[in-house]
């Protein structure tokens, strides 16, 4: 519970322009999955299953691709200029650390 809680919190302070996108795009694959869910219950052909789960990845991926690119953008940008000035490494390790979601 205390980790949603943190999760939640962390979300509310760190907020971009794009999030509303992707939130909007993460409902649309939720309702997606779920269709897809119905469509096995009713027995539908596994090449339609396929198809469709097919796209609910496609629009999860589509999404966890522009948080990362949104990342990249702004946080890295802002984390590696303010880190130069301190003679941090910290931004090229967060970078490392996103870039394998890609």
Known sequence: MHETQGMSEQTHAHQHQSHGDIIKRL????????SVV????????????????????KA???AKRTLIQDHIDHCLDHAVTAASERGDNT????????????
């Open 27 to 34: 409902k649309r694959a939720e309702g997606h999955l779920r």
């Open 60 to 62: 999860v991926c589509q």
């Open 91 to 102: 931004a090229l390790d967060d970078f490392k650390l996103i870039t394998k979601y890609l």
């Open 38 to 57: 119905g469509m096995i219950e009713r027995g539908r052909p596994c090449v339609d299953l396929a198809q469709q789960l097919h796209a609910v990845e």
